[in-house]
């Protein structure tokens, strides 16, 4: 008998993967006569078939040699370094990887991660640039219940790798059965597990993998979901050199994956139905890989931990969760998770058929108390019905009342209602003047839709700059709200939030601060905890950051953070991020504020809303606490290209001005004159373009005179530093900050073209206390550096120096970043005052290593390097090394040339040597 052509390993495995066990063995029979290559089969066979957990090294790599795909992981002991990380330990070993514990120095702390090492090389470029693209939009998932993936690469052989959050914890499963959760426990930990899934799931990335294994609960009971869409980066539909090993567990794989038909959010949900089911009993169904005649539902399989079946609800949501046909499964986990606190509640879930008898007896469950008898009973569910049919009537009139408001505003773009003519398109100003003339006659004594219709119109004119008018509708809002719902129902308090919402934006912080404190109240009180308690947590945290209490900013923003990190809300999610960072800007933690706000634009930008108006307010905001830090360039280059989108973005002319300020100041900072002039003169433009210029021109005459004092132009400086003095004078709000900005640059000033005993004087009240000199480290430092130096000088008043001035600075200086800006300057008069004292070698290597360290973020022309190199030329001279201080005389030189002639700091520069 001639023997069957041969056929290649992976095809046999496959083809028998699909058979039955009795169908199997003669399938085996007829193509494998080898003896050997039918034994790799029923070895492959038998793997897929055990249990969930991964697959050893050493039968992995024999599967693999055997296929002809041997890219095991090599062994790496305990020092081995993958990428920038020091390998610790094996923790875990799995088809597609090894996990080990792995640790590395990052930002002067040692960070401990977990190291997935993958079998699957990436030499290819198009594997690479995948692997790549994967990778980012999965750092992007930010969720307290999800592992963070950290970073990925690729070794110098070509292996991928990747590091996540290190979770110390068990599954879900074992930590349910051995602390004998009852029932409702395991269905809370379960619709935590639920809730971060369809976070992911809303940010575009299905997991594909879900199991007990990678769903984790720490000691404390917090739910922590690993691997979240890491089978993507090892499977690829597209990609022709995927790894043989399929990125998913057979037995929680939906009948789609297994038949590698499309993946999508409901191979999640299916996978999630086969966790419940075994999280609840303890038992694993697996119908997707199981023959139609030799599969079980989950109620039919008996216990092995809990002794119990599933029945009735449980059964009804398992089985919709599981079903064969992706379209017949919820919705979404979010639904699973809904219809879990269906269950909780004791309400009726959806996976049942909705029958009067079935909402009554419900009702009995969640009553029992009220229930008693016979009579009771039949009172209780004629009470139930009574109830159900006043709720669809109130359903009725409000489903009415809304509809008659969408066509209300349907209605506005009517043009011969907006009273425009015909064919012209109206402006969003036209419809709204049109939709607010019309609000008392079309809506008369119907305070309830007017309530609607004036909140509408209040939030609408917020965002297109017009706080005014926002006030007077949050005000008419907040009294139909009243005569609609009474002073104590939520809606009242929502727009009691408005209301102080549009005092914000007018600057009225006391008005603002006692309105939203009332309304976040109010609705604590009514156990309200939706999205308009979010918002209003967020303007008052925004009141908070105004009016110097930066620690309750903090507490409001993360509250609105946790009411809103599980809804759909992708954009007001990034903007409590973003005013999060704000909060940690004001309390003086720049770190997190940078975290925070990177974290909410870096959310714009995977999910492609990267060029809208919230990103970019985000991307100036990050702009702004870059520079904070001394990131200049930077932040500049942000700026640069920030303010070019905002033209084209619909919107966004609201407080331009704050962009085109910062651009101004920053590019001054810089010394780019040029760019500074220019983006001060639209700064200026854009504030007059405000519906309440007083504060915007206060704070760019602030920044412009700023710039005037660097151009030279010392007598204009003055005059717009007093102007924005005055200004700020009738601003109600905490002004603190443009005050003592505005007084650096009057210091300044006096510094430069000063006798040598004014500096004391002019700086003395701008000093910081020990108390709040952390707040500006970096000014703070530069400021008593330079009292320091003044106080060295021959004939200082001594009554008027402070002796622990310098080691002040000298503490704050060690504060700031290597690359700091602000270091040279310091350093600069730090040194000089050693020159005096005596010092001189010591003040040259100072300045020799702050000038290398310097240039970095400050170019080779700026006049703080010119006033290094003048020190430098005193302090070698001093030390008797002539030949360095005619360098460095020259270099300063240089710099003072780039001035103008008759610039007051080309002759200090001069004079300082």
């Known amino acids: 008998m001639t023997n069957p052509t041969p056929v290649p390993l992976r095809e046999l495995f496959e083809a028998a993967l699909a058979l039955t066990p009795t169908e199997r063995a003669a399938f085996l029979d007829e193509r494998c006569a080898d003896a050997g290559v039918r034994a790799q089969v029923e070895a492959m066979l038998r793997a897929d078939e055990g249990a969930d957990e991964p697959v050893s090294s050493e039968r992995l790599a024999r599967m693999a040699q055997a296929l002809g795909e041997d890219e095991n992981v090599p062994a790496l002991p305990a020092g081995s370094r993958v990428g920038a990380f020091e ?56 969720h307290p219940h999800i592992a963070r993936l950290i970073e990925g690469g690729v070794s110098d052989g070509g292996a991928a790798y990747i590091a996540l959050e290190l979770v110390d914890g068990q599954p879900i499963t074992d930590y349910a059965r051995e602390r004998a959760l009852d029932t409702r426990a395991r269905l809370r930990l379960f619709a935590t597990t639920c809730r971060a899934v369809d976070a992911a799931h809303r940010a575009l990335i299905v997991h594909r993998d879900l199991k007990p294994s990678n769903v984790f609960v720490t000691a404390d009971g917090e739910i922590k979901l690993l691997d979240f869409g890491i089978a993507k980066l090892l499977a690829d539909e597209a990609d022709a050199e995927a790894t043989l090993l399929p990125a998913f567990t057979p037995a929680y794989a939906a009948p789609e994956q297994a038949a590698g038909g499309a993946i999508t959010t409901a191979t999640d949900v299916y996978a999630l139905g086969v966790v ?105 569910i004629l009470a139930a019905l009574g109830v159900a049919l006043w709720q669809a009537g109130v359903a009725r009139r409000e489903a009415a ?63 297109i700059g017009a706080p005014e008018v926002a006030s007077e509708l949050a005000e008419r809002a907040y009294a139909h709200a009243r005569a609609a719902w009474g002073e104590r129902d939520p809606r009242t308090w929502a727009a009691l939030a408005r209301r102080g919402e549009a005092a914000y934006y007018l600057d009225r912080y006391a008005q603002a601060t006692a309105d939203l404190e009332q309304a976040t109240a109010g609705m604590r009180a009514a156990g309200t905890r939706g999205e308009d308690y979010a918002f209003a947590l967020e303007d008052l945290g925004l009141v908070y950051a105004k009016t110097g209490r930066s620690a309750e900013a903090v507490t409001a923003q993360l509250g609105a953070y946790e009411v809103l990190k599980d809804s759909g809300d992708r954009i007001e999610l990034a903007t409590v991020m973003n005013n999060l960072g704000g909060a940690y800007l004001a309390a003086g933690d720049a770190e997190k504020a940078l975290q925070w706000r990177q974290r909410a634009y870096d959310w714009h930008v995977a999910h492609g809303l990267g060029e809208n108006r919230a990103a970019l307010v985000v991307l100036g905001n990050l702009a702004r606490v870059k520079f904070g830090l001394g990131r200049w360039r930077e932040a500049l280059a942000d700026l640069d290209r920030l303010l070019p989108l905002r033209d084209k973005v619909a919107g966004g002319n609201r407080k331009r001005w704050t962009v085109s300020t910062q651009a101004c100041s920053t590019a001054c900072w810089l010394w780019q004159l040029d760019k500074a002039q220019a983006y001060c003169e639209r700064a200026l433009a854009d504030a007059e373009g405000e519906s309440a210029p007083a504060r915007p021109r206060a704070i760019v005459l602030g920044y412009r005179g700023a710039l005037r004092v660097r151009q030279g132009r010392y007598a204009e400086a003055r005059a717009d530093l007093a102007e924005s003095n005055r200004l700020l004078a009738t601003i109600e709000g905490d002004n603190a900050d443009a005050i003592y900005g505005n007084a650096l640059d009057l210091a300044e000033m ?54 622990d001035a310098a080691a002040r600075a000298e503490n704050l200086l060690a504060t700031l970043r290597a690359g700091h800006p602000y270091r040279l300057p310091t350093v600069t ?47 070698a001279a001093a030390a008797g090394d002539s030949a360095l201080a005619d360098e460095a005389g020259r270099e300063s030189e240089r710099i003072a040339a780039l001035l103008p002639p008759d610039h007051p700091l080309r002759r200090h520069l001069q004079r300082a040597r």
């Open 87 to 142: 390998i610790v330990r094996v923790i875990g070993e799995g088809g597609s990887s090894t996990v080990f514990e792995a640790r590395r120095e990052f930002e002067g702390a040692t960070q401990c991660v977990a190291l997935k090492l993958l079998r699957q090389s990436l030499l290819g470029a198009e594997a690479r640039r995948r692997f790549g693209r994967e990778q980012r939009a999965l750092i992007g998932l930010q």
């Open 276 to 380: 419940l089911g075994e999280l609840l009993t303890g038992a694993r169904h697996s119908p997707a890989i199981t023959p139609p005649a030799q599969r079980k539902r989950p109620d039919a399989l008996q216990a092995q931990t809990t002794g119990r079946r599933l029945r009735g609800d449980l059964q009804a949501v398992v089985s919709k969760a599981t079903e064969a046909d992706p379209e017949r499964r919820y919705a979404s986990a979010g639904a699973l998770a809904d219809e879990i606190e269906r269950l909780l509640d004791g309400r009726p879930v959806q996976a049942q058929p909705q029958t009067r008898w079935y909402r009554a007896r419900k009702f009995v469950t969640r009553h029992k108390g009220g229930v008693a008898g016979t009579f009771a009973f039949l009172v209780a």
């Open 829 to 875: 008069a730090l040194a000089l005052r050693s020159v005096r004292r005596g010092d001189a070698p010591a003040a040259v290597e100072r300045l020799r290593s702050a000038l290398a360290d310097g240039r970095s973020e400050l170019g080779t022309d700026h006049p703080w390097v010119g006033e290094a190199q003048a020190a430098l030329a005193v302090a």
């Open 401 to 463: 009342r809304v509809h008659a408001e969408n066509r209300f505003i349907a209605g506005l773009f009517d043009p011969l209602r907006t009273g425009v003519q015909e064919g012209e398109v109206p402006t969003v100003r036209q419809l709204l003047d049109a939709g607010v003339a019309q609000l008392g006659s079309q809506f008369a004594g119907d305070d309830a839709t007017l309530a609607d219709l004036a909140l509408l119109f209040s939030r609408v004119h917020i965002e």
């Open 750 to 803: 006096v510094r430069v073209e000063g006798t040598p005993d004014e500096p004391l004087a002019a700086l003395a009240p701008l000093l910081p206390t020990p108390q709040n000199q952390s707040k500006r480290a970096a000014v703070s430092a530069l400021l008593l550096a330079r009292f320091a130096l003044a106080c060295a000088e021959p004939g200082a008043a001594a009554e008027a120096c402070r002796d």
